[in-house]
């Protein structure tokens, strides 16, 4: 059975931080690429950060230089550090494996910056 369980969201004044976590099941978090998106209402999902299993990382323009991502393969979690948080920065933030031919998604956890 697969599972992703994401925490760490919340209710962030602009300039704040918070960590998201991202717990895997131990079956497929060795050999995932693990990635955070993103949607905010009336948009399309967006890639924000990404992580191979052998750490390389890779992050979408907007987040750059603000959210670092990151994975303990001992833990089989994957976190998202965001910093220098916007407004704009408000969405439903999703964990995503990503396998050769498959991959699977959390189940959300909401981060809202306020003004």
């Known amino acids: 059975q697969v599972q992703l369980v994401e925490s760490g969201g919340g209710l962030v004044q602009a300039g704040g931080s918070l960590r998201l976590s991202c717990a895997a099941s131990?079956?497929?978090?060795?050999?995932?690429?693990m990635n955070w998106y993103r949607q905010a209402p009336g948009k399309q999902r967006e890639l924000v950060a990404g992580?191979?299993?052998?750490?390389?990382?890779n992050y979408a323009d907007s987040v750059k230089g603000r959210f670092t991502i990151s994975r303990d393969n001992a833990k089989n979690t994957v976190y998202l550090q965001m910093n220098s948080l916007k407004p704009e920065d408000t969405s439903v933030y999703y964990c995503?494996?990503?396998?050769?031919?498959?991959?699977?998604w959390g189940q959300g956890t909401q981060v809202t910056v306020s003004s």
């Open positions: 992580i191979t299993s052998g750490g390389a990382t």
């Open positions: 131990a079956n497929i978090f060795s050999i995932s690429a």
């Open positions: 995503y494996a990503r396998l050769p031919f498959t991959g699977y």
